[in-house]
């Protein structure tokens, strides 16, 4: 399984972020607070992507149908 493109973007930007405290106490917070999904793309390929933002493009998905 691999992580979405977005998921690598928003994990390296959290990074940037929060690295460089003592213990990394900030960075660990921030990661354990992720919420990931898994997403069967249309090809059959599973990828981990943020489930938050899933979730926002079903609704925005939903709503505009």
């Not at 998921?7 to 213990?23: F, P």
């Not at 898994?38 to 390929?45: A, K």
């Not at 489930?51 to 149908?65: K, P, W, Y």
């Amino acid at each position: 399984m691999k992580l979405h493109s977005t998921l690598i973007e928003k994990l390296v930007k959290i990074m940037e972020i929060n690295s460089g405290w003592q213990g990394e106490s900030k960075l660990k917070k921030a990661l354990a607070s992720l919420n990931i999904s898994v997403y069967t793309q249309q090809t059959g390929e599973e990828v981990l992507v943020d489930g938050d933002e899933m979730a926002r493009q079903l609704t925005n998905l939903q709503n505009n149908q």
